[in-house]
Nanobody
Framework: QVYLVETGGGLVQAGGSLRLSCAASGSTYNIYTMAWFRQAPGKEREFMAAISWNGDIENYADFVKGRFTISIDNAKETVALRMNGLKPEDTAVYYC?????????????????WGQGTQVTVAS
């Protein structure tokens, strides 16, 4: 079993920045990919970015390119999401996910493990 815990959410003004972190524990040898999703009230879960465990493969959704950056420290078993230029429409619960295989795509069903989420609220 793998456990994921997100931290770093909070309230920011439009144009501000946040750094989210996700710490993995348990049977982390099963993890080959980690990713970030978000879900706003009344909307479907939305893929943001994914990264392979060794950091050599990255994939970003078009809407975050140039603003958000995913990174991984596999020695510390932690994945981060640096978010710059935040907008009110970025307000959502942000989730960390992990896949058992090398998959960096946007299909949430392909990810086996999920954190409980951290709230990000961007004020107008």
């Amino acid at each position: 079993q793998v456990y994921l815990v997100e931290t770093g959410g909070g309230l920011v003004q439009a144009g501000g920045s946040l750094r989210l972190s996700c710490a993995a524990s348990g049977s982390t040898y099963n993890i080959y990919t980690m990713a970030w999703f978000r879900q706003a009230p009344g909307k479907e879960r939305e893929f943001m970015a994914a990264i392979s465990w060794n950091g050599d493969i990255e994939n970003y959704a078009d809407f975050v390119k140039g603003r958000f950056t995913i990174s991984i420290d596999n020695a510390k078993e932690t994945v981060a999401l640096r978010m710059n230029g935040l907008k009110p429409e970025d307000t959502a619960v942000y989730y960390c996910a992990a896949a058992k295989g090398l998959y960096v795509g946007d299909v949430h069903e392909r990810y086996s493990y999920w954190g409980q989420g951290t709230q990000v609220t961007v004020a107008s």
